[in-house]
């Protein structure tokens, strides 16, 4: 775990930034792989249970039996795409003086919420296949925001405490 600590305890926050932005990066990185994994078990119970995973794209006119089936990779790599946004958003946050893992948790559980939700309505797609995706969703979410905020906790904290002294001068 040398590599998530800091420089050593200095109070320079130009030193720290990398530290920080690799620590968060990091977790991101593993989170990422152990959600996509995890997920890798969910799609092929998914698809031995139920068979293909078919889901109509928004705007085409045709009826659920001819929904596109889902591509085997696509669940992971939405994981991964939304991993990377999370710890894009996540080493944004960390630079924050006030309560980096609050803001964190909070915003991307308004963003897990939101596409969710989008999720629910997905149009010309059978109400089972809404659920699994959602649940596709929430899972993801409770594997990668903890890992993120795990990570965005071991950054170093005296980062935090040089960029509120930069603002108070």
């Known amino acids: 775990m040398k590599l998530l600590r800091s420089c050593g305890g200095c109070r320079d926050a130009a030193c720290c930034r990398p530290a920080a932005t690799r620590a968060v990066l990091l977790g991101g990185?593993?989170?990422?792989?152990?959600?996509?994994?995890?997920?890798?078990?969910?799609?092929?119970?998914?698809?031995?249970?139920?068979?293909?995973?078919?889901?109509?794209?928004?705007?085409?006119?045709?009826?659920?039996?001819n929904a596109d089936a889902v591509p085997a990779g696509l669940f992971r790599f939405g994981v991964v795409l939304c991993?990377?946004?999370?710890?894009?958003?996540?080493?944004?946050?960390?630079?924050?003086?006030?309560?980096?893992?609050?803001?964190?948790?909070?915003?991307?559980?308004?963003?897990?919420?939101v596409w969710f939700a989008l999720q629910l309505a997905a149009s010309h797609t059978t109400t089972s296949a809404r659920l699994l995706l959602a649940g596709d969703h929430v899972r993801a979410a409770a594997i990668v925001i903890p890992g993120l905020t795990w990570a965005i906790r071991r950054a170093p904290r005296h980062l935090q405490l040089s960029h509120a002294a930069e603002k108070r001068a």
């Open 29 to 65: 990185l593993l989170a990422g792989a152990i959600g996509a994994g995890c997920l890798l078990c969910y799609e092929a119970i998914v698809t031995a249970t139920y068979g293909p995973f078919h889901a109509g794209d928004p705007g085409k006119s045709h009826a659920n039996a």
């Open 83 to 113: 991993t990377a946004l999370g710890s894009v958003l996540a080493v944004g946050v960390v630079r924050r003086p006030a309560r980096p893992r609050q803001t964190f948790v909070r915003v991307a559980l308004a963003l897990t919420t």
